[in-house]
């Protein structure tokens, strides 16, 4: 007798469960995907989820931060391919193109979830770790790169990493990275000390 698992009956019911909500959720929305459609195509028994998780609002906060690490990993892999620091702060800017022109891009899942979000949720907080996360790149890499002032360089750079990202997801803007790119660049300059300047 065959006692072999499939690869899919290997996976633990937490792992197929944070599978299922990361494709439903960011399909969809954290409140039009109802648990039944998520425990369906995770292919577990409701217990399963309650037992894991405790909750919906549980299952969604481990999905964002799940999103969060898996984003945080091909950014920091992609940036050790730049070779200084000018061109990490910009590369950010390449990676975010490189997401958006996916098939299945729909936005940023973290703008997304806390738009959704009561102000004191789980929820919440997931979205605010990644964006806390990704400011605080942006804050490191300004200030490698020789920015004056990199707390405000940063925050410049988070409006157009948010506008490209809503840009390219709402408008079908293919050109929206590169335009945020070429107008960070334009803000690096600037922030640079005279003596720095290219």
């Not at 006692?3 to 899919?8: C, D, G, N, W």
């Not at 964002?64 to 391919?81: G, P, V, Y």
């Amino acid at each position: 007798m065959n006692t072999t698992k499939s690869p899919e009956a290997r996976r633990s019911a937490r792992q197929r469960l944070l599978d299922a909500a990361d494709e439903l959720f960011y399909e969809g929305s954290i409140h039009t995907v109802g648990i039944d459609r998520v425990i369906e195509r995770a292919g577990v028994a409701k217990a399963s989820l309650y037992d894991t998780f405790g909750s919906k609002e549980a299952l969604i906060q481990a999905y964002l931060l799940a999103r969060h690490e898996a984003r945080k990993l091909r950014i920091a892999d992609r940036l050790a391919t730049y070779a200084g620091p000018r061109e990490r702060l910009l590369g950010v800017f390449d990676i975010m193109r490189e997401a958006a022109s996916g098939p299945r891009f729909r936005g940023c899942p973290f703008s997304r979830a806390a738009a959704e979000a009561a102000p004191s949720a789980g929820i919440r907080e997931a979205c605010d770790t990644a964006r806390s996360w990704l400011r605080d790149l942006f804050v490191s890499l300004a200030r490698e790169a020789g920015a004056a002032d990199p707390e405000a360089l940063a925050c410049q750079l988070m409006l157009l990493y948010d506008g490209a990202t809503v840009s390219s997801h709402v408008d079908a803007n293919v050109k929206a990275a590169d335009a945020a790119r070429a107008t960070a660049e334009q803000l690096l300059n600037a922030a640079l000390p005279a003596n720095a300047r290219p």
